[in-house]
């Protein structure tokens, strides 16, 4: 637990960009770690997958209400906000979020994860906080504990969010169409999001630009007529069509777009049929897009278009049976604010060594929604996404020596 103990000692600079007592901020973040910890260890070995973040919701709703935070429930379905005002002065907004992800935990911690959950197609999977959202919330509840009691050293608003959905990518969005800023949310003038990252303790990273790719989520349906199988040309076969497709969505990356800009595309899913001997007359190829440029995302989405009318002609198929695509998340990349970049670094050189904040790095293919909690708004506040460092020192010098950097 000693990245969340440097976390509660930083988060009060670069929440509030104000003088900060480092020594009281010390000596509470300390003080509470018993207490964290127990929360952090309760939140992992009782993880929840997205939209079905009830029980952790609970505990952020009641631990904001008993330290003096307005809270309101129930935003976008689990989301939980705790609004402090404290006179005059910027609202600032830190996004923490909640969800699990259905993967079985193996790590033989005494708290692991031994959760089981039905997904909404009625299939049940275990789940585990692979992802560090167990963290992220103990991190903004030790923040808020501190923050109240630190009310004489800052002025402004403090709004915090626990927010679902994020590993799906829905759930920013869905609290914004909840009209969370109409029920009393106010809209910040800057947000603040962080995430664990297997670095060393101690590493905070802080950039300038973009840091993490756009990403669409979406399935395409290709449909056919079912059959035999000892009769494959009485039939119209969605399961080669779908397979045709995966392999000529990869001309578009290889052909299309420059290879000097970063993009993927990846098919991490394909459904269909039931049993060895029949052809189904449906199958959904689940594709994941990445992206920085919106020219490169239309690119994309135009080529797969294209690929998928050219299989349904190839294969001769009427026009109602033609590929139909299905949109889940659409989230656009994460661009930090210069100016919110250096305000915070500047403020963290106060209480950690320079060398240990990493002010360049080269931007992640892996994606975010935190952007669209004030994005689809008119108004454009100035935020700032953070990766803190979570590994042990020693386990990061093994893997390096082994290559597995």
């Known amino acids: 637990m000693k990245t ?39 939140l992992h070995a009782n993880p929840e997958l997205s939209f079905m973040e009830t029980r952790t919701a609970g505990i952020v709703s009641e631990e904001l209400k008993s330290l003096g935070y307005h809270v309101i429930n129930g935003i976008g379905k689990t989301g939980v906000v705790g609004i402090l005002q404290n006179g005059e002065g910027p609202v600032v907004m830190y996004r923490a979020d909640m969800d699990a992800l259905p993967v079985r935990e193996e790590s033989g911690l005494p708290y692991a994860s031994k959760a089981m959950a039905r997904k909404e197609d009625g299939t049940e999977v275990a789940v585990m906080h692979a992802c560090g959202h167990d963290a992220h919330i103990t991190w903004m509840l030790g923040a808020a504990k501190i923050l109240v009691a630190m009310k004489n050293s800052w002025k402004g608003t403090l709004v915090f969010v626990a927010q679902p959905a994020e590993e799906i990518g829905q759930g920013a969005e869905a609290m914004v169409k909840d009209k969370m800023y109409e029920r009393g949310v106010p809209f910040p003038d800057y947000l603040i999001g962080m995430h664990s990252r297997p670095v060393e303790v101690g590493l905070v990273q802080n950039c300038v630009g973009p840091q993490m790719s756009g990403v669409d989520n979406f399935d395409v349906t290709f449909y056919g007529i079912g059959g035999h199988s000892s009769s494959p040309h009485l039939s119209k076969d969605p399961v080669i069509m779908a397979a045709t497709a995966v392999i000529n969505y990869q001309t578009i990356v290889d052909r299309l777009v420059s290879a000097q800009n970063p993009h993927v595309i990846t098919v991490g899913s394909i459904v269909a049929g039931t049993a060895n001997n029949i052809i189904p007359s449906s199958a959904i190829v689940k594709v994941n897009l990445r992206w920085f440029t919106e020219s490169d995302r239309t690119l994309m989405i135009d ?67 935190f952007p669209d909690l004030v994005l689809s708004v008119k108004k454009d506040p100035a935020y700032d996404y953070l990766f803190i460092g979570i590994a042990e020192p020693e386990l990061c010098r093994k893997a390096a020596a082994e290559g597995k950097e």
């Open 4 to 42: 969340l103990l440097g976390i509660l000692i930083l988060f009060p600079v670069f929440s509030m960009g104000q003088n900060i007592d480092f020594e009281k901020v010390n000596r509470l973040a300390y003080g509470d770690s018993a207490r964290l910890v127990e929360i952090f260890k309760d």
């Open 303 to 369: 080529g797969i278009k294209r690929v998928n009318e050219g299989i349904a002609l190839a294969n001769d198929l009427p026009r109602e049976l033609y590929p139909t695509i299905l949109y889940k998340a659409t989230d656009g990349p994460v661009v930090n604010n210069e100016l919110m970049v250096s305000k915070i670094n500047a403020a963290l050189k106060k209480s950690i060594p320079e060398k240990k904040i990493i002010t360049e790095s080269p931007p992640w293919m892996v994606s975010e929604d």
